[in-house]
């Protein structure tokens, strides 16, 4: 801790301000608990308490393990050291007080004794919950990270917790769509009194609920509540204890090398230039994390994009119409810069002499595959939802026709405004620094571009559903239309700007090796 301010300026600025940040949070959560000291209701300060308390116990147990933090004090580390396991594990779990989160914990769990004051056994209790909060999560926060060690060590298992964690974010989602809608003036308290009622007989709750109990006059409860705090706190620190006989013995999990059998994607599909490059493209497809990241978070942004428009006042009815689109959108646009991804290997291409058209037709055959099952079976649920079976053939269309524009715009874009990627081998959170704003205004673009083809087919249908349902049947006309104009223009576009920009895209890959 001492020699973190040893480190670069910038290291030491960064350090200061989680200080300051600690700081902040400190002073306005002890203002907030001093305040709670002069509610009227205790039942409803109890609550408030738990619910938070939870969370706090919640995010030390479950950050580590999806974000597959790196461990300073590592046990494995102090495996020559010749340090019993049983004294290494008390202290290495006394290492974890030492810290910003652990420090900003520790003053305000003590604060909740004003809180309680107004009741001497409640303010007794608080003390014993503060000293017992403390290692529930330093111990809980050492486990994950152990446990993350041991499991999510590798790259690619960091990408997929971090894969994971956003998923979780989208599977709450309903849930914050719940909390935001109650009208916390009339049923706020009413909502944290149900959520309180069963944390509080949990490990996550029952530490914080001890005071609150004892000073609503259920003493008995309390001390059950008590019991369980104490027994958490038994069975993490043998746990933990466990963990570190075994990490300290374990070796470092080694990257898992899978071995291919057969040509895979190149022995199904038939020879010949467009056939290779989709084969090589479902390859990438399937065992690159840049593409298969990026596939997964694709259903993300609906769920999003949902909750934000029915908390806008949009009727759940209409809502239903715009995940579908939305998927096919992204869908479409995710090789707008296909070519960066390739890096160097792009030279393949060209000193093969692989014609444009070739080039891109292959690469749209992952997003092809993926989009047909999509919007067969998206269509048929978006219809059944919406209540209305006379929509299916316009959302169908209207949702092809998205994915085919974005399809061929992206053909054209790749090759007329590539912009830095993500290198082949690095982790697909990472994204390169670039000068200047190409980069965002390629993006925009090509992204924007792409809605506005599709505006027409999407006013078409609108105007289905508000004025007259003859428009219903001109929107899949129009979608049809414009969906093969934009794919035939784009790959015809692109086609001609690959074989003639070869030495441009050669230089950039160069560029940004």
């Known amino acids: 801790m001492g020699n973190a301010f040893r480190r670069s300026p910038w290291q030491i600025f960064g350090l200061t301000l989680g200080l300051a940040y600690g700081v902040v949070t400190v002073v306005l959560v002890i203002g907030a608990l001093v305040a709670a000291r002069l509610a009227p209701v205790v039942a409803d300060v109890h609550s408030v308490l738990v619910v938070i308390g939870s969370i706090v116990v919640a995010g030390f147990l479950l950050l580590p393990l999806l974000f597959g933090i790196d461990d300073t004090l590592d046990p494995?580390?102090?495996?020559?050291?010749?340090?019993?396991?049983?004294?290494?594990?008390?202290?290495?779990?006394?290492s974890g007080l030492i810290g910003i989160p652990a420090v900003v914990l520790f003053v305000c769990t003590l604060a909740t004794v004003i809180t309680w004051s107004r009741d001497p056994g409640a303010a007794l209790l608080a003390v014993l919950s503060a000293i017992i909060v403390v290692p529930t999560c330093v111990?809980?926060?050492?486990?994950?990270?152990?446990?993350?060690?041991?499991?999510?060590?590798?790259?690619?298992?960091?990408?997929?917790?971090?894969?994971?964690?956003?998923?979780?974010?989208?599977?709450?989602?309903?849930?914050?769509?719940?909390?935001?809608?109650?009208?916390?003036?009339?049923?706020?308290?009413?909502?944290?009194?149900?959520?309180?009622?069963?944390?509080q007989w949990t490990p996550l709750?029952?530490?914080?609920?001890?005071?609150?109990?004892?000073?609503d006059g259920a003493g008995g409860a309390?001390?059950?509540?008590?019991?369980?705090?104490?027994a958490t706190v038994a069975v993490l620190w043998l746990v933990w204890r466990a963990l570190v006989t075994l990490v300290v013995v374990a070796p470092e999990r080694e990257a898992h090398v899978r071995e291919h059998h057969g040509l895979g994607w190149f022995g199904r599909l038939p020879g010949g230039p467009t056939a290779a490059i989709a084969a090589r493209s479902m390859t990438y497809w399937g065992r690159d994390a840049r593409y298969w990241v990026a596939l997964v978070m694709i259903p993300v942004i609906p769920?999003?994009?949902?909750?934000?428009?029915?908390?806008?006042g949009l009727p759940l009815h209409f809502a239903s119409l715009v995940p579908l689109p939305l998927v096919c959108l992204f869908l479409g646009w995710t090789i707008h810069n296909d070519i960066a991804f390739d890096s160097t290997a792009i030279w393949l291409h060209l000193v093969s002499g692989t014609r444009g058209f070739a080039d891109r037709l292959g690469r749209m055959f992952p997003p092809v595959l993926v989009g047909i099952p999509v919007i067969a079976v998206g269509s048929v649920v978006t219809a059944a939802v919406f209540g209305d079976w006379a929509v299916l053939p316009a959302v169908a269309a209207l949702c092809g026709s998205i994915l085919v524009i974005g399809l061929g715009l992206s053909s054209m874009f790749s090759v007329l405004f590539p912009y830095p990627a993500t290198k082949p081998g690095d982790s697909a959170f990472t994204q390169p620094q670039t000068s200047g704003a190409s980069s965002a205004l390629a993006q925009a673009l090509s992204f924007f571009a792409i809605?506005?083809?599709?505006?027409?087919?999407?006013?078409?249908?609108?105007?289905?559903?508000?004025?007259?349902?003859?428009?219903l049947g001109i929107s899949p006309v129009v979608s049809?239309?414009?969906?093969?104009?934009a794919l035939g223009g784009g790959v015809w576009a692109g086609s001609r700007l690959f074989d003639k920009r070869g030495p441009e895209l050669m230089a950039f890959a160069n560029r940004n090796d």
Do not use: H, Y
Not at 147 to 162: N, Q, T
Not at 205 to 215: D, I, R, Y
Not at 303 to 312: E, H, K, R, S, Y
Not at 456 to 466: C, K, S
């Open 480 to 485: 049809v239309l414009v969906g093969f104009a």
């Open 222 to 230: 309390a001390f059950v509540q008590f019991l369980i705090a104490v």
């Open 205 to 215: 709750g029952a530490v914080w609920s001890m005071p609150g109990a004892a000073a």
């Open 303 to 312: 769920v999003f994009v949902i909750v934000a428009l029915t908390l806008g």
């Open 139 to 199: 111990l809980a926060s050492r486990i994950s990270t152990a446990i993350a060690s041991l499991f999510v060590s590798s790259r690619r298992s960091k990408e997929a917790g971090g894969v994971v964690a956003i998923l979780v974010l989208v599977l709450i989602a309903p849930v914050l769509l719940l909390l935001l809608t109650v009208d916390w003036g009339r049923d706020g308290l009413g909502t944290l009194n149900g959520f309180a009622g069963w944390l």
């Open 76 to 94: 494995r580390k102090f495996a020559l050291f010749g340090i019993p396991d049983r004294r290494l594990a008390v202290a290495l779990a006394l």
């Open 451 to 471: 809605v506005i083809l599709a505006s027409p087919a999407i006013v078409f249908l609108a105007l289905g559903l508000t004025v007259n349902p003859f428009w």
